[in-house]
């Protein structure tokens, strides 16, 4: 699933290309696209008719682009498993998984809404008086938000009772954080994964959320991480940064701080990678 690099990433192209243009035609091609949005497809197109886009915004893995509309709307969006928001010239084939289709008044490069598994979607929303997606309020904070708040964070944190990790992946604690991130970090900050967290002490979570900004800095310089064509940005290209990844994907390989075998373990139905002698379930 797209991470926040990978989610900012297309929140840049984006900006750069949709911006102040005005919404022509919509078309739902699969309803499950826009099953979030609870009046249904029809009125999800009609909705949209007319509006124009004034900006791209992002919180942790959802973007959302405000509408110049009375109330305050906005599109929301997000990728899931394997969405797409691409930039295409309306010559180009649709292809077998486009779901949503956006065609612009100056004849100009359409948004297409591409989605393989249907996973994620897109929606009409209100935006609260703090310009974010009611749907969303609930989601906290992203590390790379000037709004983010580190001392916060320690508190709420150390109450959770969890690992560190489980920790990570809440959304509601801090948002943007993926299985892929959260490893790297871990192992940059030399915490493991199953750590609990009223273990852990201020200076353990400052090291942390450096690495968490860290890491993601560096993905977004690369682009994002694709391990397949699901995630590209907006102009259909991969990210580089699965190149750069110190213990995600590598099991067995030498840990490139110490040499030891990089692990794999079963982690939420999914898998947690670190290095055993770098990232000891230890109190430091």
Not at 202 to 217: F, K, P, S
Request: aromatic share 6%; proline share 5%; hydrophobic share 40%.
């Amino acid at each position: 699933m797209p991470e926040l690099p990978e989610v900012e990433v297309v929140r840049r192209g984006l900006e750069q290309h949709v911006v102040g243009r005005r919404i022509e035609r919509v078309e739902v091609l699969h309803p499950r696209a826009v099953r979030r949005h609870v009046a249904g497809p029809a009125e999800f197109a009609a909705a949209l008719a007319g509006a124009r886009v004034t900006d791209v915004r992002r919180r942790g893995k959802y973007l959302w682009l405000p509408l110049d509309d009375e109330p305050d709307r906005a599109i929301l969006g997000h990728l899931g498993m394997s969405g797409q928001l691409l930039l295409l010239a309306g010559y180009t084939p649709d292809g077998p998984h486009l779901r949503v289709r956006l065609t612009f008044d100056d004849g100009g490069l359409q948004l297409r809404f591409v989605d393989q598994r249907t996973f994620g979607g897109l929606a009409v929303s209100a935006l609260g008086d703090d310009g974010v997606p009611v749907e969303i309020a609930h989601i906290a904070v992203d590390p790379l938000d000037a709004a983010f708040d580190a001392s916060g964070f320690a508190t709420a944190l150390r109450r959770r009772r969890t690992g560190i990790k489980r920790a990570l992946l809440d959304q509601t604690l801090i948002s943007g954080v993926g299985n892929i991130y959260a490893d790297e970090a871990l192992w940059r900050a030399q915490l493991h994964y199953a750590r609990p967290t009223a273990t852990l002490r201020r200076a353990e979570i400052d090291r942390l959320v450096g690495a968490v900004r860290e890491v993601m800095l560096a993905a977004l310089a690369e682009g994002g991480t694709s391990f397949d064509q699901l995630y590209v940005n907006v102009n259909g290209e991969s990210g580089y940064f699965d190149r750069s990844l110190q213990v995600y994907g590598r099991e067995g390989e030498p840990c490139a701080r110490c040499g030891a075998p990089v692990q794999r373990e079963p982690f939420m139905n999914r898998s947690s990678h670190y290095c055993p002698r770098c990232q000891r379930n230890v109190e430091a």
